[in-house]
């Protein structure tokens, strides 16, 4: 065997031992649960900005984009089209957790009712005929332009986020 059929066999020993690599898959997880826990964190950042300011910033939303982005990298070790794919999920669902959270804050000081996991149930619930009666379309704007300023900032290609 010649020297670049063997340098053939390692390379393609190792590209099956990383598709088969269980650590692989728990860095995945990793990153999906970072990237869940930012996005509950950009949730609550969200809701408090609406509640304080009654308006919605796209800066707000792309702010959430990049922390779960950076999240989701930090757990991932990687960029690839999957921690792209998480990210721009978990920035959207973010921004709409957010406007629950603040229907439930508006509802619970309209109706003086507690803030509670009912409330938001219901809130749940309802919450496309609220998001659309409330503004929502903004929101989804604004939820859409966090996420493609994730999937701008995710560069499969390189191994971390671009400064």
């Not at 796209?58 to 960029?79: E, M, Y």
């Not at 957790?97 to 219901?122: K, M, T, V």
Request: aromatic share 10%.
């Amino acid at each position: 065997m010649d020297d670049t059929s063997s340098k053939a066999s390692i390379l393609a020993a190792r590209a099956l031992v990383a598709e088969n690599d269980p650590a692989e898959d728990v860095r995945s997880l990793k990153g999906i649960l970072f990237g869940s826990i930012a996005a509950i964190a950009g949730s609550i950042g969200w809701a408090t900005v609406l509640a304080l300011t009654e308006r919605r910033f796209s800066i707000a939303a792309s702010g959430i984009g990049l922390l779960v982005a950076r999240a989701v990298l930090r757990g991932t070790r990687k960029a690839d089209r999957w921690s792209q794919l998480w990210a721009t999920a978990l920035t959207v669902a973010s921004v709409f957790f957010g406007d629950a959270l603040y229907y439930c804050y508006l509802i619970s000081q309209e109706f003086h009712r507690p803030l509670n996991l009912d409330l938001l149930r219901r809130v749940g619930d309802h919450f496309w005929e609220i998001e659309i009666s409330m503004s929502g379309v903004a929101s989804l704007f604004f939820a859409l332009c966090g996420a493609v300023y994730v999937l701008r900032r995710i560069n499969p290609q390189k191994s971390s986020i671009r400064s």
